[in-house]
């Protein structure tokens, strides 16, 4: 028998080798024959090997760990700690990111290696060998606990972001704009879409906030970065500033449609990682323009 509690998974090793780690209880007993006088087989334990799935039908890893446990009695069980380390490298975790919502659901399939002693333990080895099988012991990790494990695998879900804070960047709150980048980061890795989207419109926003708005608020959003550019930012050039201007408006565009969408799912897993990107390219630009 085997069990496990998800809330002790764990990852060891480093990006070149990481290691996902379920730590487990094994328990086995004795096999009793039907002979008359019955006759108590002590059996080992040697080596368990299985796959390791998510989703529950799709195989991502193989795994084999040595073992060594004897148990000599049939009715007392023999109970041991070990622990399963199975091997996913980022093209895995990507695999498994891509199609997971939620808590991770996930699936290990066992093959345990048995030898089996005659009746007298030290009389000779293993009379026999047999290859077991338990299929599909299905389990979720929690999504919170998950999630925490993901850097572990180099999983970073998108490239660092650094923004310089000079005096002109801070005069442009790009500070407060990288927070809200950093917490779009977040999002995505929960798989909350539009969340992630919105936080994006908020860091759009904050640059525009900055400064006191010379028009009143329902003014229309490119005459707003329109007037911003012209107002503050007097030394770009006119391709700069179309530039500028497009890119902050086809972020807040979206982000707006998101954020006040009438559907359950209106924003995809490709959309938002777009445009949280673009908002990164968005404010590593404006630091560009202020340096």
Known sequence: MVTFDVTNINSIGDFEFPVLVIPIELTVTAVMT????????????????????????????????EIGITATHPHIATPRHCRIEIPLDLQTVTKIEESRSGDLQCALS????????SPELNNGGAQSFSIGRMDVCAFNIPQSHWIRLLPHFGYGGL???????????TAFQLP?????????KKYLRDHDWDKAVSQCRRAVEIILDSKQPSLPPQTV????????????????????????????????????????????APCKKADAEFIVRATMALVEYFDKLLS
């Open 110 to 117: 066992l093959r345990p290696l048995i030898a089996i002693h």
């Open 159 to 169: 490239e660092i972001l650094e923004v310089r804070y000079g005096s002109g960047v």
């Open 221 to 264: 959003f490119r005459v707003r970065v329109e007037t911003f550019i012209g107002d503050h930012l007097k030394g770009l050039n006119d391709r700069q500033a179309r530039l500028l201007t497009e890119q902050m408006r086809m972020i807040w565009e979206v982000a707006s449609e998101v954020t006040h969408a009438n559907s359950t």
């Open 34 to 65: 039907n002979q008359k006088p019955p006759a108590v087989h002590p059996i080992s334990l040697l080596r368990i090997a299985g796959e390791f799935s998510s989703p529950q039908h799709r195989v991502v890893a193989r795994f084999q760990e």
């Open 176 to 184: 407060r704009s990288v927070q809200e980048i950093q917490l779009a």
